[in-house]
């Protein structure tokens, strides 16, 4: 689940007389909460929302196997690059500015990427749109920490906050599908439009400006060092995993940590830095970070295949892909009005272990169900998936908040934010490789194809589908071993993620506090 990025550290300080003088919030609190639950909602469902455009997309642009990972991940590269630097300075010239920009900038990104022709074109729409996302982000849960004083008012909002988060990641299958059912692949971006539009002018009407009013001095080298420190490091994983150990990679992977490492020496001499690095000293933070990093992890990899799987496998439509993953929406959702019931009878770190462990059971059955004949044990598997991941999304944020001061809460949500945008691109990068990886070892060996049909099947199961239709039996034949291929992939990557989410809920449950709350 997304949460406050750094700019937020000047949060616990009265940046801005509150609309409701300090103490309950009204009406109109709740009517801005509604426009930030947009923007997250937003911002989550455009993270996933491709994935169901892959199959038409491919026919359209033809991008390679790489390219393709690369549209997926560029904006959650971009996004996790920058919010350290965004969030700080959304404290020094007012978090609702920044909103405002950046939802006008996400706005003109999403056209960019509707309007894209070629591969290229559309990995830089979707940096910009990162960079857009992250303009917009850091400002969110500060300002509905600002507008919310009271305590027990404040919990309920940033609940609801939470499940803009959580629901939207599962929305945006629903929402690709019914798009792709009637308009081509680009109109997934074009539908961003009017929402922004109706954001903005909920922000610029209803929601007051906040700022740290003594917020330090903006460090360019750290912003810099914190964007080569995410970068290169990202960059060697993928291409790794894509073209095996080599020299470029290395050097990539030894610039990153050489960034890491000098970054993190700055941090400690700055007196205001970006990044307060002494919170990793807490192992219940770290224990944290850690345990909702391998869950977004395991759990976007997971996703960005499932949907075509339902396409090119199952053989749905983009609509009929994105209602079978509605259950899953539906239970991570309707968690949300029990969680504080979990949490108040385990304790925050049982209650993040337990639910992992869910999300892990979901997705064995989900793995078992991808053979079988019929949609029962699928929709299943999604539903305790959904149950998982819902109080996964929602509880983090609280874990996170519970284990530091309120005075270091900001640069904590910051490390939170980027851990969950960093698991969400490696997840799609490291699981997604896998799954390439896989599918094409269990691909038989054609020699009766054409050249071009084998070399496009081995590509990828959407360029395959497109190849092989018209070559008679030939081609139904190497389809259907095709689709059992991507099928076994699917199964296996299930397992591996599954294996993933039950250790992060061991680290959960043994290292993040579990003490009782009312």
């Given at each position: 689940m997304s949460s406050l990025p750094a700019g937020t550290a000047g949060a616990s300080h009265p940046a801005s007389p509150s609309p409701s003088g300090g103490g309950r919030a009204?009406?109109?609190?709740?009517?801005?909460?509604?426009?930030?639950?947009?923007?997250?909602?937003?911002?989550?469902?455009?993270?996933?929302?491709?994935?169901?455009?892959?199959?038409?997309?491919?026919?359209?642009?033809?991008?390679?196997s790489a390219q393709l990972l690369w549209i997926g991940d560029a904006y959650s590269f971009a996004l996790a690059g920058l919010l350290i630097s965004m969030g700080t300075l959304a404290d020094r010239i007012g978090r609702k500015k920044l909103l405002m920009i950046g939802v006008t900038g996400f706005g003109g990104a999403s056209l960019l990427a509707a309007l894209a022709s070629t591969p290229g074109m559309l990995i830089a729409a979707r940096v910009l749109l990162g960079v857009a996302g992250a303009t917009l982000m850091p400002s969110t849960l500060s300002i509905v920490r600002d507008m919310f004083r009271e305590p027990v008012q404040r919990t309920r909002a940033i609940a609801v906050w939470a499940a803009g988060s959580s629901g939207g990641a599962a929305l945006g299958p629903l929402v690709?599908?019914?798009?792709?059912?009637?308009?081509?692949?680009?109109?997934?971006?074009?539908?961003?439009?009017?929402?922004?539009?109706?954001?903005?002018?909920?922000?610029?009407?209803?929601?007051?400006?906040?700022?740290?009013?003594?917020?330090?001095?903006?460090?360019?080298?750290?912003?810099?060092?914190?964007?080569?420190?995410?970068?290169?490091l990202v960059w060697a994983v993928k291409h790794t995993a894509q073209e095996g150990p080599d020299l470029l990679g290395a050097a990539s992977l030894v610039l990153g940590l050489a960034a890491v490492a000098w970054f993190v020496r700055r941090q400690r001499r700055l007196e205001t830095p970006l990044v307060d690095v002494t919170l990793f000293a807490r192992p219940a933070f770290t224990g944290t970070v850690v345990a909702s990093l391998i869950a977004i992890f395991a759990f976007s990899g997971l996703l960005f295949f499932f949907s075509q799987y339902l396409q090119l496998v199952r053989g749905y439509s983009p609509l009929q892909a994105g209602l079978r993953e509605l259950p899953m929406t539906i239970a991570s959702i309707a968690v949300v009005a029990v969680v504080a019931t979990v949490v108040n009878?385990?304790?925050?770190?049982?209650?993040?272990?337990?639910?992992?462990?869910?999300?892990?059971?979901?997705?064995?059955?989900?793995?078992?169900?991808?053979?079988r004949p019929g949609y029962g044990v699928i929709a299943l598997g999604l539903v305790i998936i959904g149950m998982g991941v819902g109080i996964t999304f929602t509880v983090s944020v609280d874990a996170i908040l519970s284990v530091v001061p309120r005075e270091r809460a900001g640069a904590a949500s910051a490390i939170s934010e980027m851990s969950f945008e960093l698991g969400l691109a490696l997840g799609i990068a490291l699981l997604g490789t896998l799954h390439t990886v896989l599918y094409r070892a269990a691909l038989p060996v054609a020699t009766e194809l054409p050249e071009g049909a084998g070399d496009a099947v081995r590509e990828s199961l959407a360029n395959g589908t497109n190849a092989l239709q018209g070559l008679g039996a030939a081609g139904e034949e190497a389809l259907s071993a095709a689709r059992h291929a991507f099928t076994e992939a699917m199964q296996t990557t299930s397992l591996i993620a599954a294996a993933l989410l039950a250790i992060a809920a061991i680290v959960a449950w043994k290292v993040v506090p579990s003490a009782r709350r009312s």
């Open positions: 009204g009406g109109r609190q709740w009517a801005a909460l509604a426009a930030l639950t947009l923007a997250v909602t937003l911002l989550a469902v455009d993270g996933t929302v491709l994935a169901l455009a892959v199959p038409s997309l491919t026919a359209d642009l033809t991008p390679t690709g599908g019914a798009l792709l059912e009637n308009y081509w692949w680009g109109s997934v971006f074009l539908i961003n439009l009017p929402v922004m539009a109706l954001v903005l002018l909920g922000v610029a009407v209803l929601v007051p400006e906040s700022r740290n009013p003594n917020p330090g001095r903006f460090d360019l080298l750290s912003a810099a060092l914190s964007v080569g420190a995410v970068v290169p009878r385990l304790g925050v770190g049982r209650s993040l272990g337990a639910s992992l462990l869910v999300a892990a059971v979901g997705l064995v059955v989900l793995a078992a169900g991808e053979s």
